[in-house]
């Protein structure tokens, strides 16, 4: 899997930061984006990486998603 603009952006903001909130700040000094919409890309992009078993969120580990 090769991530090229905006997608390596939030893998590296995601790898960097504790969490997604932290994650969405580290971007939102790099985008001009309204924050809300870029909040929801970035819901978005993990959501994607979850499906195709990239990721785990917190909620998956726990049996609540």
Known sequence: LALRGSAADFWRA??????????LVALSQGYAADLEVLRQDLSGFVEDLEAR???????????TC
């Open 14 to 23: 995601l790898r960097t930061s504790r969490d997604l909130d932290q994650a």
């Open 53 to 63: 078993g990239l990721v785990l969120t917190e909620a998956h580990r726990h049996g």
